[in-house]
Structures are given as C-alpha cells and as structure tokens.
C-alpha cells in the first residue's frame, strides 16, 4: 500500500507544485503593456498641465498681478509641482484659460482675465494651505 501511495503522491506532488506557476504566468487579465501605456498617458497629463500652471505663472502680468495682491508666485510655482488629481486639473484649466488670454503677447488684461488669474492664484493657495 506504501508503494502505490509513493507512486501516485510523489508525481502528483510535483505536477501541482509546477503546473500552478506556468498557469499563472500565462492568465493576466490586463496586459502589462497597456497598463504601462496608460500610466505613462497619465504621467505625460499632469506634467502638462503643470507646465501650463508654470507658463502662466511666469507671464509678467500675472507676476504683476500677484505682486500687487501680495502673493509669492516663486511659491506658487513650487506648491504646483505638487498638486496632483482633482487639484492639478482645476489650476490647470483656470492656467490655460490665463494662457489663451494672454496668448500674442496681449497687453490688455480684461475683467474675464483677471478674474481667471485670480481663480488660479486662489486654487493654488488653497490647496497649499489645506496641506
């Protein structure tokens, strides 16, 4: 009885103890490479629109602006590169609306515009100071 037991158990040990990995390393449910695609898409997202925060709050009339409002835009620079998710979205729609205003190199800031930098300045204060 030993000798069937030890004839049966020992090849069914092994063909668990492999069959098992092989069949994992074969099922993914997502493809590695397109959850790497899609993470790569959302790295590229927000660092552009960080570089849209950062080009707005480097035009002279914001800087001005900002001056005359007693805000740190150096600081707001800084705090922008760490916004992220639902933050990061809205100061970069409120910095690409500053930056489709002031597009050409426009001299005249209109309400609309001010009241849009003034959005921009505020989100990013908020979020620094909720931090």
């Given at each position: 009885m030993q000798i069937v037991r030890r004839l049966f158990v020992g090849p069914l040990v092994l063909l668990l103890t492999f069959s098992a990995p092989l069949h994992a390393q074969r099922s993914h449910i997502i493809d590695p490479a397109r959850i790497a695609a899609e993470v790569s898409q959302h790295v590229a997202q927000m660092e552009e629109s960080r570089a849209?925060?950062?080009?707005?709050l480097a035009r002279p009339e914001v800087r001005d602006f900002a001056a005359r409002a007693g805000i740190d835009t150096n600081r707001l620079a800084m705090s922008a590169q760490a916004l992220?998710?639902?933050?990061?979205?809205r100061a970069a729609d409120a910095a690409r609306?500053?930056?489709?205003?002031?597009?050409?190199?426009?001299?005249?800031?209109?309400?609309?515009?001010?009241?849009?930098?003034?959005?921009?300045?505020?989100?990013?204060?908020?979020?620094?100071?909720a931090k």
């Open positions: 849209a925060i950062r080009d707005a992220d998710g639902a933050d990061l979205d609306q500053v930056n489709a205003a002031l597009v050409g190199g426009a001299n005249n800031i209109t309400i609309s515009t001010t009241t849009i930098i003034i959005i921009l300045l505020l989100v990013i204060l908020i979020v620094v100071a």
